[in-house]
Protein backbone atom coordinates (compact mmCIF):
# COMPACT_ATOMS: atom_id res chain seq x y z
CA UNK A 1 0.00 0.00 0.00
CA UNK A 2 1.52 3.81 -0.75
CA UNK A 3 -0.21 6.72 0.93
CA UNK A 4 0.80 9.68 1.33
CA UNK A 5 -0.97 12.91 2.89
CA UNK A 6 -1.03 15.85 -0.48
CA UNK A 7 -0.28 19.44 0.10
CA UNK A 8 -4.32 20.42 0.41
CA UNK A 9 -4.42 23.42 2.69
CA UNK A 10 -8.17 22.91 3.15
CA UNK A 11 -9.04 23.91 7.04
CA UNK A 12 -11.76 21.12 7.76
CA UNK A 13 -13.14 23.12 11.09
CA UNK A 14 -14.98 26.20 8.97
CA UNK A 15 -16.88 25.34 5.86
CA UNK A 16 -15.62 24.02 2.63
CA UNK A 17 -15.50 22.76 -0.84
CA UNK A 18 -13.81 20.18 -2.46
CA UNK A 19 -13.19 19.52 -6.46
CA UNK A 20 -14.14 16.72 -7.95
CA UNK A 21 -12.95 15.61 -11.58
CA UNK A 22 -16.24 13.07 -12.60
CA UNK A 23 -14.83 11.86 -16.09
CA UNK A 24 -11.28 10.92 -14.37
CA UNK A 25 -12.99 9.34 -10.97
CA UNK A 26 -10.52 11.79 -8.63
CA UNK A 27 -10.85 14.25 -5.62
CA UNK A 28 -8.39 16.99 -7.43
CA UNK A 29 -7.06 18.24 -4.09
CA UNK A 30 -7.39 15.14 -0.94
CA UNK A 31 -5.75 15.31 2.02
CA UNK A 32 -4.99 11.70 1.52
CA UNK A 33 -4.03 9.70 -1.51
CA UNK A 34 -4.72 5.72 -1.17
CA UNK A 35 -2.74 3.59 -3.41
CA UNK A 36 -3.28 -0.27 -2.94
CA UNK A 37 -1.41 -2.49 -5.70
CA UNK A 38 -2.20 -6.12 -6.43
CA UNK A 39 0.65 -6.95 -3.99
CA UNK A 40 -1.20 -5.67 -1.21
CA UNK A 41 -4.03 -8.36 -1.99
CA UNK A 42 -2.14 -11.19 -1.18
CA UNK A 43 -4.83 -13.74 0.92
CA UNK A 44 -7.98 -12.06 -0.82
CA UNK A 45 -8.23 -14.07 -4.46
CA UNK A 46 -8.76 -17.67 -4.88
CA UNK A 47 -6.27 -18.52 -6.96
CA UNK A 48 -2.92 -17.05 -4.85
CA UNK A 49 -0.38 -18.63 -7.95
CA UNK A 50 -1.91 -16.04 -10.66
CA UNK A 51 -1.83 -13.39 -8.12
CA UNK A 52 1.83 -13.92 -7.54
CA UNK A 53 2.11 -13.83 -11.21
CA UNK A 54 0.60 -10.80 -11.89
CA UNK A 55 2.60 -9.14 -9.12
CA UNK A 56 5.85 -10.40 -10.54
CA UNK A 57 4.77 -9.14 -13.85
CA UNK A 58 3.56 -5.03 -13.24
CA UNK A 59 2.31 -5.51 -9.17
CA UNK A 60 -0.75 -3.23 -10.82
CA UNK A 61 -2.45 -0.97 -9.05
CA UNK A 62 -5.80 -2.64 -7.97
CA UNK A 63 -7.54 0.91 -6.62
CA UNK A 64 -7.19 4.23 -5.11
CA UNK A 65 -8.75 5.87 -2.52
CA UNK A 66 -9.22 9.94 -2.37
CA UNK A 67 -10.12 11.60 1.40
CA UNK A 68 -10.04 14.60 3.28
CA UNK A 69 -8.36 14.04 6.91
CA UNK A 70 -12.04 14.94 8.83
CA UNK A 71 -12.24 13.78 12.48
CA UNK A 72 -12.47 10.77 13.13
CA UNK A 73 -15.59 11.64 15.57
CA UNK A 74 -19.19 11.56 15.86
CA UNK A 75 -21.33 14.37 14.35
CA UNK A 76 -18.69 14.36 11.27
CA UNK A 77 -19.10 12.88 8.18
CA UNK A 78 -15.86 11.06 6.13
CA UNK A 79 -16.31 11.09 2.23
CA UNK A 80 -13.90 9.60 -0.64
CA UNK A 81 -13.87 8.67 -3.74
CA UNK A 82 -13.36 5.24 -4.18
CA UNK A 83 -11.92 3.91 -7.66
CA UNK A 84 -11.26 0.24 -8.67
CA UNK A 85 -9.60 -0.68 -11.69
CA UNK A 86 -10.35 -3.48 -14.04
CA UNK A 87 -8.73 -6.58 -14.74
CA UNK A 88 -8.55 -10.06 -13.35
CA UNK A 89 -6.90 -12.48 -11.11
CA UNK A 90 -6.59 -15.90 -12.68
CA UNK A 91 -10.85 -15.12 -13.84
CA UNK A 92 -11.65 -13.19 -10.55
CA UNK A 93 -12.43 -9.57 -10.95
CA UNK A 94 -9.85 -6.94 -9.29
CA UNK A 95 -11.44 -5.75 -6.06
CA UNK A 96 -10.89 -3.73 -2.60
CA UNK A 97 -10.05 -5.86 0.41
CA UNK A 98 -13.13 -5.32 2.28
CA UNK A 99 -13.58 -4.34 5.78
CA UNK A 100 -16.23 -3.81 8.82
CA UNK A 101 -16.59 -0.64 10.52
CA UNK A 102 -14.06 -0.74 13.56
CA UNK A 103 -17.39 0.99 15.10
CA UNK A 104 -19.70 -1.71 13.79
CA UNK A 105 -23.23 0.05 14.16
CA UNK A 106 -22.57 2.16 11.50
CA UNK A 107 -23.75 2.43 8.27
CA UNK A 108 -22.44 4.12 4.64
CA UNK A 109 -23.61 5.17 1.21
CA UNK A 110 -22.02 4.37 -2.21
CA UNK A 111 -23.01 5.95 -5.17
CA UNK A 112 -21.56 5.16 -8.07
CA UNK A 113 -20.46 7.39 -10.84
CA UNK A 114 -19.05 5.64 -13.44
CA UNK A 115 -18.08 2.06 -14.26
CA UNK A 116 -19.65 -1.67 -13.26
CA UNK A 117 -19.57 -4.00 -10.55
CA UNK A 118 -20.88 -4.85 -7.52
CA UNK A 119 -20.68 -4.32 -3.50
CA UNK A 120 -20.07 -7.80 -1.73
CA UNK A 121 -21.73 -7.48 1.67
CA UNK A 122 -21.65 -9.78 4.71
CA UNK A 123 -22.77 -10.31 8.19
CA UNK A 124 -20.26 -11.52 10.92
CA UNK A 125 -22.72 -14.49 11.32
CA UNK A 126 -22.17 -15.66 7.53
CA UNK A 127 -25.25 -14.11 5.91
CA UNK A 128 -24.23 -12.28 2.40
CA UNK A 129 -25.74 -10.11 0.11
CA UNK A 130 -24.92 -8.26 -3.46
CA UNK A 131 -25.73 -4.96 -5.02
CA UNK A 132 -25.14 -3.72 -8.30
CA UNK A 133 -22.67 -0.93 -8.92
CA UNK A 134 -23.85 1.38 -12.73
CA UNK A 135 -23.53 4.99 -12.98
CA UNK A 136 -26.47 6.75 -10.84
CA UNK A 137 -27.19 3.62 -8.50
CA UNK A 138 -26.55 4.05 -5.20
CA UNK A 139 -25.44 1.20 -2.53
CA UNK A 140 -26.58 1.35 1.04
CA UNK A 141 -24.62 -0.58 3.49
CA UNK A 142 -26.66 -1.04 6.46
CA UNK A 143 -24.94 -0.94 9.95
CA UNK A 144 -22.93 -3.96 11.08
CA UNK A 145 -22.54 -5.45 7.31
CA UNK A 146 -18.78 -6.16 6.16
CA UNK A 147 -18.48 -5.05 2.27
CA UNK A 148 -16.24 -4.88 -0.66
CA UNK A 149 -16.11 -3.49 -4.04
CA UNK A 150 -15.42 -5.60 -7.17
CA UNK A 151 -15.19 -4.43 -10.39
CA UNK A 152 -16.68 -6.42 -13.12
CA UNK A 153 -16.19 -3.64 -16.04
CA UNK A 154 -13.66 -2.79 -18.64
CA UNK A 155 -13.19 1.08 -17.40
CA UNK A 156 -13.07 2.03 -13.76
CA UNK A 157 -15.43 1.60 -10.72
CA UNK A 158 -15.75 4.94 -9.19
CA UNK A 159 -18.29 5.60 -6.32
CA UNK A 160 -18.57 8.29 -3.81
CA UNK A 161 -19.09 7.04 -0.59
CA UNK A 162 -20.06 8.73 2.98
CA UNK A 163 -19.93 7.51 6.51
CA UNK A 164 -20.15 8.56 10.04
CA UNK A 165 -17.28 10.24 11.21
CA UNK A 166 -16.25 7.81 13.97
CA UNK A 167 -16.71 4.91 11.68
CA UNK A 168 -13.54 3.67 11.14
CA UNK A 169 -12.42 0.38 9.45
CA UNK A 170 -11.84 -3.22 10.83
CA UNK A 171 -9.99 -4.84 8.02
CA UNK A 172 -8.65 -7.69 10.08
CA UNK A 173 -12.22 -9.92 11.12
CA UNK A 174 -13.60 -9.82 7.68
CA UNK A 175 -10.17 -11.03 6.61
CA UNK A 176 -9.60 -14.25 8.85
CA UNK A 177 -13.43 -15.03 7.94
CA UNK A 178 -13.43 -14.21 3.93
CA UNK A 179 -16.45 -13.13 2.00
CA UNK A 180 -18.73 -16.19 1.26
CA UNK A 181 -19.09 -14.92 -2.67
CA UNK A 182 -16.66 -14.45 -5.23
CA UNK A 183 -16.94 -13.12 -8.66
CA UNK A 184 -15.06 -13.98 -11.85
CA UNK A 185 -15.67 -12.68 -15.60
CA UNK A 186 -14.92 -15.47 -18.29
CA UNK A 187 -15.14 -15.16 -21.72
CA UNK A 188 -17.45 -11.89 -20.97
CA UNK A 189 -19.37 -13.40 -18.52
CA UNK A 190 -19.81 -12.52 -15.26
CA UNK A 191 -20.68 -15.14 -12.32
CA UNK A 192 -21.85 -14.71 -8.42
CA UNK A 193 -20.13 -18.05 -7.07
CA UNK A 194 -19.90 -19.40 -3.69
CA UNK A 195 -16.25 -19.24 -2.22
CA UNK A 196 -16.16 -22.42 -2.02
CA UNK A 197 -17.40 -23.68 -5.26
CA UNK A 198 -15.32 -20.70 -6.89
C1 LIG B 1 -14.99 3.53 3.74
C2 LIG B 1 -15.25 2.67 2.57
C3 LIG B 1 -14.53 2.96 1.28
C4 LIG B 1 -13.36 1.98 1.17
C5 LIG B 1 -12.66 1.98 -0.18
C6 LIG B 1 -11.45 1.04 -0.18
O1 LIG B 1 -15.63 3.05 4.87
O2 LIG B 1 -15.98 1.71 2.64
O3 LIG B 1 -14.10 4.25 1.17
O4 LIG B 1 -12.45 2.28 2.20
O5 LIG B 1 -13.55 1.55 -1.16
O6 LIG B 1 -11.78 -0.23 0.29
P1 LIG B 1 -11.04 -0.90 1.54
O7 LIG B 1 -11.13 0.12 2.65
O8 LIG B 1 -11.83 -2.12 1.84
O9 LIG B 1 -9.64 -1.16 1.17
ZN1 LIG C 1 -16.75 1.25 4.66
Known sequence: MKEHTTGSSVKLDKPFGVDYDLVQGIMKDPQVHTIR??????????????????????????????????????????????????????????????????????????????????????????????????PGRMCYVPPFWGHRTVNTGDEPLISFCVYPGEAGHNYGDIEKERFPLRVFKRGGKVEIVPAKAG
Open 37 to 134: LASSMRGHYKDAASLEALIAQSDPVHYEVFEMKIPQEVGQLQFCISKTYPGTVGGECFMTKGHYHAVPGTAEIYLCLRGEGYMLMKLPAGESAYEKFL
